[in-house]
Each structure stands twice: as structure tokens, then as C-alpha cells.
């Protein structure tokens, strides 16, 4: 049996339908780039994520760093975060001009420990960047007392967890701001790339959605600004998809307990922790190795019996050769735990269209693997 690591195409033909309907809409409206459809999703995405607002931007990338921007946070100005997430959320700190400050995660769920960031805070912190890693939410309220204390902007990064909540709280309820991603193998993604912004607050909405278009509201008057904007085939996709993302997040969690179940006698792996009270969406099922050095070997085991396993994230930020030290970044504190994380994680294929059989077999891989090697 062969069991990939994505669901695209099994997606697009569940829902063929609706999705051509959209493309076609747009393709006859005539209206591209800023048109109907555009404002349709970005009405249906503040109502879904529970916000005033939504701007719909290139990538989730752009969403940072213009929602960043939109706060006057740039040069000169520090921003924490932590090291084991997708590069994105610091590069985006890196292109806003801003220094990126690492803190370690919590060793549980792998997302930011709030009782590291203290410690992190200079006279030039303006801004915290928790990231909802892997599909379940950061602590929130225990930044939040953190960001009210010091008068710090929040920004989720919500890239991974769209409908995901807290315990108690939802995503963007607590923050300035969440960003997301809509590239293909997100929870929400479209066939190529996208990206959003929400938001309760109407000067950043009106700041993100003036730079995303160059600096302009009215034609022909401009100020500074980008060209990063959603397309309007983009939005009909996603628009059409965005009914069906809590349904999808329903099956992602229940292959993620049938994995759970499958392999929680396993002695030589750590299985993710879901938080109680918490709705993780599992954009990945990430497993950890107990020792790192068993991780290259049973990530080879499974890709040798044709499971498509791969790593989120091997190396982590600070250890990319490719981040700009000095000017662009700087640890405080240990971060053993993000160190681990990134030694020692392997992600099992994960999306909603999975089978029973394709979940049994890679449950029984890996068990053939622990009892070989436990
Ligand atoms: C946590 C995180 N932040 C930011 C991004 C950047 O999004 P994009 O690739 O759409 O620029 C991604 C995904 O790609 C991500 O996983």
C-alpha cells in the first residue's frame, strides 16, 4: 500500500463541483484582481473567524509582515517568537525590518512557553508572535497578561489552526491580529497560494488593506505600499472549500485519534498532546522520536514501506545557516525543547480524505518499528 502525505486531488474531486461553479463565476464576471468574489470569501471569513474584518493578501507570509507594518512595528524594533516553526514566521519579522527574538517552546505542545517570554522583553520589544503550531492553539491568556502588562502588540500566527479554539477562547479574539495561510496543503488552501488577515481592529484593517494594494483605496492615489493581493479565483476556491473546513477538521481529529489509540503502547516515540478544552484541527500528526537519533531511521523505515512521512521542522530557525544573524535575530534563554523538536519529529500523513486502511497501515509500520527497535 502506498499512503501519501496529502489529499489534493481526493479534495478537489469531493467537491469538484462547487469548486468549478466559483472558478467559472469569476471567469465570466470579467473581475480578476480586487473584484466580487473577493469581497464575498473576505465577508465569509471574518464571519467564520468570529471578526469585524478580513483582508485577503498574497500568502500568509505577506499577512505577517504587512500586519506588522500596519502597527508601525520595523527597524529597530524586537519581536519574540520561537525558533521550531516554519520559516515564515520569522523571515516575515526579518522583512518588516524588525529583529526576531527566540524563546523555547512548551516541551508539550510544541507552541510558544509563555514563562519564557518575560525574560525576552527589552525597552525595543513592540510585539509577540505566538504561533497555533501544528494545528493546536498557543496559551493566549497567558500571553495576553504578558502583552497588556508590557503593552505589546499580539499577532497570532494562525497559518496552521484554522478552526481551531482554546480552551475559552477562539483564534484572533484575544490578539491585534491573526494571519493565515491558504497555500495548497493547509487546512484551508487553495491551488496555490493565499493568505488573510483578520481582525477587530478597523486602523489595521484600513492599513493592511492599503499597503496590500499600493498604498491606494482611491484610483490613481497612492502612498507606500505593495502589490500582495488574494485573486478573486483564489477567493471563489477557498469561498467554496471554507463550507466544508469544519467538517474536514472533524475527520483530521478523528485520524489523529485513531493514530492516538493505535499507538500510545509504542516505548519509542512521544505522540502529540492535545490540550483539554483545546479543538486542535491536526494540520499535522506529529510524533517525536524519544531519541533524536532514532528519528532519520524510522522516518527511512516508513518512507522505505512507501508511507510519505516527512519532518516539521528538521532544522530549526536559528540553526538555518540562511537567517540573518546580528542585524536579524537572537536567542534568549535555552531552547532545548524547540532543539529536540526539530531532532526528533516526524509527521505522519495527515488530511481528511485518509481511509481506515491507509490509517491501519501506517499505525502498523510504525509498531513494527517500535517492537524492532523498543
Ligand atoms: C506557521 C506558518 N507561518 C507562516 C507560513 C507562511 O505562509 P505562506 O507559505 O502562505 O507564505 C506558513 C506556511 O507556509 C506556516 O506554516
Known sequence: MKVEFYGHVRQYRNIQREIDANIQEVLLSGQYVMGPMLKRFEGELARYSGTQYAIGVGNGTDAIWLTLMALGIGPGDEVITHPNTFF??????????????????????KCIDPTKIEAAITPKTKAIIPVHLYGQCADMPAIKKIADKYKLRLIEDNAQAIGAHGNGFKIAELSDAATTSFIIQKNLGTFGDGGAVVTNDPEIDARVRKLRNHGSTQRNVHSF????????????????????????????????????????????????VELPGYRHVYHLYVIETKKPEHRDKLLDFLVANNIDAKTHYSIAIHQQAGFPWGKGARIVGSVANAEKNAASCISLPMFPELTEEEVDYVIAKVKEWDKANG
Open 88 to 109: 515564515a514566521t520569522a523571515e516575515a519579522i526579518w522583512i518588516a525590518g524588525a529583529t526576531a527574538v527566540f524563546v523555547d517552546c512548551d516541551p508539550r505542545t
Open 225 to 272: 505600499g505593495f502589490n500582495s493581493r488574494l485573486d478573486d479565483i483564489h477567493a471563489g476556491v477557498l469561498s467554496a472549500k471554507l463550507k466544508h473546513i469544519d467538517a474536514w477538521n472533524d475527520l483530521r481529529r478523528k485520524w489523529a485519534a485513531r493514530y492516538t489509540a493505535g499507538l500510545k503502547d509504542c516505548r519509542t516515540i512521544d505522540l502529540p
